[in-house]
């Protein structure tokens, strides 16, 4: 009888050990009830495109917080950019990681006057005027990505944080920059498409979050599953992305939202503990 309580209370417990996030204390105040522009705050008609200087400027200028997208060029340079190849908003087949970033600066973005940024570059436009929430796309030179990113980041003056879809790179900043705000990426399972149903069932449930803690769980708007919800009662920022309607602030932590004004502010002051 006793063997079975045992086997049944670590069957209990699995889940807590799993799933269960990070502390983040006082480094979760900047990012808590605030709106930030997915992307910076972009046009639905492209007029002015995502990840552009132009979209960070206007979301900087508008006081939200912003989230983004970086990734390696060819020659090492840290980039903003989401996608991995250049296609849809560059009209050019070659990946992202193909090109240097000479070739890559080249590149009209969406066909304006826009080209693809620096990560230093946009550091440097928006110099700490607002939060960043910095994700981290996932590809062949992860370590090198994180290590490149890390060095910028540290001479930056503002408040940032780090996110990923993958718990690997979330990990290496849990070793490596603990000082740093991090977060797991996720969606329900049977949107990783693209990876083994095993793999989709540990990602989309954030199983793999005792390998990174990650302090803040961004899960895209809609249903979350008994894991996240956990996670968020044990103490996990809770986020959602990608809001289209105010309305999702509600039950939330920090919204990452496009195409409409929020209030850049919501829900009551995180610094006030009274």
């Known amino acids: 009888m006793k063997k079975c309580a045992f086997v049944a209370l670590g069957l209990l417990a699995l889940p807590i050990l799993l799933a269960a996030p990070g502390r983040g204390g006082k480094k979760k105040l900047p990012f808590q009830g605030r709106n930030f522009a997915h992307r910076g705050l972009h046009t639905p008609d ?19 917080g912003m989230e983004l997208d970086v990734q390696l060029s060819r020659d090492g340079q840290v980039v ?12 050019r087949e070659e990946r992202v990681d193909e090109l240097t970033w000479p070739e890559l ?21 928006v110099n700490g005027r607002t939060p ?19 060095a910028l980041l540290r001479e930056y003056p503002g408040d940032v944080c780090i996110e990923s879809f993958d718990p690997r790179i979330v990990a290496w900043f849990r070793f490596h920059a603990p000082e740093l705000l991090r977060g797991q990426l996720a969606q329900p399972p049977e949107l990783y498409k693209s990876k083994a149903p095993i793999v989709r069932y540990f990602l989309g449930y954030t199983l793999l979050n005792f390998l990174s803690r990650p302090q803040f769980i961004a899960y895209k708007i809609g249903p979350r599953p008994l894991t996240v919800r956990l996670a968020e009662l044990l103490g996990a920022m809770r986020v959602g992305w990608t809001s289209h309607d105010p309305a999702n602030e509600a039950g939330r932590d920090a919204v990452i939202f496009e195409f409409y004004r929020p209030e850049i502010r919501f829900g009551p002051d995180p610094h006030n503990h009274r």
């Open 80 to 91: 903003v950019f989401h996608d991995d190849d250049l296609l849809r908003v560059c009209g």
């Open 105 to 125: 600066h080249a590149l009209s973005l969406c066909g304006t006057e826009e080209r693809i940024p620096l990560f230093s570059q946009m550091l440097e436009l």
């Open 46 to 64: 492209k007029q002015i495109p995502e990840n552009s200087l132009a979209a960070f400027s206007r979301a900087a200028e508008a006081g939200y």
């Open 132 to 150: 960043l929430i910095v994700e981290l796309k996932s590809g062949k030179r992860n370590r090198k990505l994180c290590q490149n990113t890390l």
